[in-house]
């Protein structure tokens, strides 16, 4: 089952408006128009859509909140900004099929009352910036985009902004303030920015791979979508494989998909003896060989201990040492923390000291309790999910493999003599 990859599959399919079109593109803009935005709604909602970023908050509701909001103007804001090591999937989506982004984005637009949309792209999306911007324009010549879209009363355009590399410009408050042209940093949420968003105003903002299931919504029904994998959370979902698994890369899946079956099946196995997954890239917490029958829908990878995020699965074989991934995801969430709160500022500068000391033979026992206790302030307090998922790593490495901190700590060696103890 193929939602959102269907075309850029098929042999022969390229980024122009022509093959499109010739696809039945844009047909979910014609019929949107047809019956108006609270069909269009009710739709969303029937099929249980919820966000694709992480956050899985339903995404009918969210379109909802900002049309009935008495604000305007109103904004649509796409995240494209994909900062997740091990992320690749909105950039396939992107270079290879940008108007089902474009038309899912006018859609939506019509749907809440926005005249203007903004699409966040990670600034290192050099290819992929020129190939949006030519969609663009070519929607624009065609009439899906600009003035009086398809001869109807409704307008809408959108604009390309280019991110700076900041991690935390995935949060989505982080975002609209760089959006904005300030430094990226989380506001304090509520309000929400459904209805304080960009400038202030109503804004639904959603990822690429959220807005590119509306046209199929649209076209086929709510019905349908809902009943595609996952009771919990239906539809299907774009995994990003990588790591060492022998056929990496991103594959369309009913959510309904075991751990298993996506390693063992469409990853072609691990390479060497599976250790551990990390299912949402580095700000998941680890799952085992013995996690490997989980359901790969939101609920279910919560249940398990972790956290499915943006589909980031990382496969770790057994030649890595814990120790030194924990220190590596530690040092990544310090580089990327953008100061603002205390919590997540120090706590993730402290955890890499911490973990420094200890992958250099130079750590303390009482090191491990400090990190946990460093982790659990740091969920509690910090300001955005940035600093509340900084160490999840860590502390799962730190209660699944125990033995492996601790011969750092008491034996002064890596049993596998990756870190350099001294």
């Known amino acids: 089952m193929k939602v959102i990859l269907k075309n850029i599959e098929k042999e022969g399919y390229s980024p122009a408006i022509s093959s499109y079109i010739g696809e039945g593109g844009y047909a979910a803009l014609r019929q949107a128009l047809k019956i108006g935005p609270e069909k269009i709604l009710s739709e969303i909602k ?10 899985g908050f339903p ?12 604000e305007f103007p109103r904004y649509v804001v796409c995240n494209a900004d994909e900062g997740e090591p091990g992320t690749f999937k909105d950039r396939l989506i992107l270079a290879r099929d940008p108007y089902l982004l474009i038309e899912a984005m006018v859609i939506c637009g019509f749907t809440i009352g926005a005249e203007k949309g903004f699409i966040y792209i990670r600034g290192e999306y050099f290819e992929v910036y020129e190939i949006l911007q030519k969609a663009i324009r070519e929607a624009e010549e065609y009439h899906f985009l600009g003035r009086n879209i398809l001869g109807s009363d409704f307008s809408f355009e959108i604009d390309l902004y280019r991110g700076a590399g900041a991690y935390v410009c995935g949060e989505e408050t982080a975002l609209l303030d760089s959006l904005e042209g300030k430094k990226g940093q989380s506001r304090v949420k509520p309000p929400f920015p459904t209805f304080v968003g960009f400038n202030n105003k109503p804004t639904v903002l959603n990822n690429v791979e959220t807005f590119a299931n509306i046209p199929a919504i649209i076209l086929k029904g709510g019905e349908w979508f809902s009943r595609i994998g996952s009771e919990l959370s239906p539809g299907t979902k774009l995994y990003c494989l990588s790591g ?15 751990l298993r079956e996506l390693i063992e099946k469409y990853g072609n196995g691990v390479q060497g003896k599976l250790k551990a997954v990390l299912p949402g890239g580095v700000s998941s917490g680890l799952l085992l060989p013995s996690d490997l029958d989980v359901a790969m829908d939101y609920p279910s990878v919560q249940e398990a201990g972790s956290i499915l995020g943006s589909g980031a699965v990382i496969i770790i074989n057994d030649t890595h040492c814990m120790v030194d991934l924990a220190k590596r995801c530690a040092e990544f969430f310090d580089y990327e923390s953008c100061g603002k709160c205390t919590p ?6 402290r955890a890499r000291e911490i973990l420094t000391n200890i992958t250099r033979g130079l750590g303390e026992v009482s090191d491990l309790s400090l990190l946990k206790e460093l982790q659990e302030v740091m969920f509690d307090t910090s300001r955005c999910g940035l600093g509340q998922s900084a160490l999840n790593a860590v502390r799962s490495s730190l209660e699944k493999f125990p033995g492996e901190f601790r011969e750092h700590i008491l034996e002064k060696k890596c049993r596998l003599g990756i870190c350099p103890m001294k």
């Open 46 to 55: 029937k099929s249980r859509l919820v966000g694709r970023g992480g956050a």
């Open 59 to 70: 995404t009918g509701l969210k379109w909802e909140f900002a049309r009935k909001s008495r």
């Open 244 to 258: 060492d698994v022998n056929t990496p890369g991103v594959y369309e899946l009913p959510t309904g998909i075991s």
């Open 344 to 349: 997540c500022r120090e706590g993730t500068k």
